[in-house]
C-alpha cells in the first residue's frame, strides 16, 4: 500500500469537507438574515426611527403585495362636451360686452384649462371652508375613469386658494393625472385638469417591496438635519413613466411608490416595485 497517496488523498478530503462546511455556513448565514429581513426588519427599523425620535405610530401596513400595471390609452374626448359641465356649474363662456365670464382652452389630449376673465381684485376673500367646499362641486362630476382625491391647498398673498386634487385609479393616486383650482371668495379663478386614460394589463402584475423595506429606505431618504418628529401619511401612488416622439406622447406606463408625508408637510417618495420579482 502506497501511504503517501493515502496520506494526499486524506488531506484533500480533508479540505474538501472544510470548504463544503464553510458554504454550508455562509448558506445558513445567508438564509438567517433572510429570515431577520422578512420577519423582524419592521421591528428593527421602528427601533431606529424610535431612537431618534421620529413617531411613525400613526402610518400603517399598507398590505398590499401586487398591483396590476397600468398603460395609458387613447381616450376621445368632447371639447364641447367637457365645457358643458362647467357650464352648469356657472361657469358661463366669456362675454366680451360685458368684460366677464369664463376663457375655455382645450390644450391637449385630456389637458383643459379655465380661467377667469374680469377684475380679480374687485372679489373679497373668503376662507378656507368656502374655497374648498366651491372647488370640490367642481370636481365632482360622476365619471367611472376619472376619479379625483383632494391633495394640498396654499394660500396666496391676495386671499386666492389654489386647491390640488390628484387623480386616482381604484383608490391609488395617479401623480400626473390632477386638478388645480384658484378660488377667491366664492369665485373660481382658474381651473387646471389633465386627466389620464388608464387601463389594466389584464396578464401583468408588478410585485412590491414589503412595508418594512420602504420603511428602511424611507430612513435613508430622510434628511438627518431636519428630521421631523412625526410621518403622518402614507399613501401608495403611481407615477406615469411616458415615452414621446415628435408628435407627442405615444406610450406610457405607471410606477408605483409610497408616498409618506411629515408634520411638517414634507413628502418623500420611495419606489415600491420589486424589480427582482415582477410578472410579465
Do not use: H
Not at 394640498?152 to 400626473?176: A, H, V, W
Amino acid at each position: 500500500m502506497n501511504w503517501d497517496r493515502v496520506k494526499t488523498a486524506f488531506i484533500i478530503l480533508l479540505a474538501v469537507c472544510n470548504l463544503v462546511l464553510f458554504y454550508m455556513y455562509l448558506d445558513s448565514d445567508k438564509n438567517e438574515e433572510k429570515l431577520m429581513t422578512d420577519e423582524n426588519l419592521e421591528q428593527k427599523v421602528s427601533e431606529i426611527f424610535e431612537k431618534n425620535n421620529i413617531d411613525i405610530s400613526e402610518i400603517k401596513d399598507p398590505n398590499i403585495k401586487e398591483l396590476p400595471v397600468l398603460k395609458l390609452a387613447e381616450k376621445e374626448l368632447s371639447f364641447e362636451k367637457e365645457k358643458e359641465k362647467f357650464v352648469e356649474l356657472g361657469l358661463s363662456p366669456y362675454d366680451a360686452e360685458k368684460n366677464s365670464g369664463y376663457l375655455y382652452t382645450y390644450t391637449f389630449e385630456g389637458c383643459f384649462d379655465i380661467n377667469y376673465c374680469g377684475d380679480v381684485s374687485k372679489i373679497v376673500a373668503g376662507d378656507y371652508n368656502t374655497a374648498i367646499e366651491r372647488a370640490k362641486k367642481v370636481v365632482n362630476f360622476e365619471n367611472d375613469d376619472i376619479k379625483f382625491e383632494y391633495s394640498k391647498y396654499e394660500k396666496m398673498p391676495d386671499g386666492t386658494f389654489k386647491i390640488y386634487f390628484e387623480q386616482s385609479y381604484n383608490g391609488i393616486r395617479i401623480l400626473d393625472g390632477y386638478i388645480i383650482i384658484e378660488v377667491k371668495g366664492d369665485t373660481i379663478i382658474s381651473l387646471k385638469e389633465k386627466a389620464l386614460n388608464l387601463i389594466e394589463y389584464e396578464d401583468r402584475s408588478q410585485k412590491l417591496i414589503p412595508y418594512s423595506l420602504a420603511l428602511y429606505k424611507l430612513y435613508g431618504e430622510m434628511d438627518i438635519d431636519d428630521v421631523p418628529t412625526k410621518i403622518t401619511e402614507l399613501n401608495l401612488v403611481r407615477e406615469l413613466n411616458t415615452a414621446y416622439d415628435d408628435e407627442g406622447l405615444i406610450s406610457g406606463e405607471t410606477f408605483a411608490y409610497y408616498r409618506f408625508r411629515t408634520d411638517s408637510g414634507k413628502r418623500y417618495l420611495v419606489k415600491a416595485i420589486d424589480s427582482s420579482n415582477n410578472n410579465k
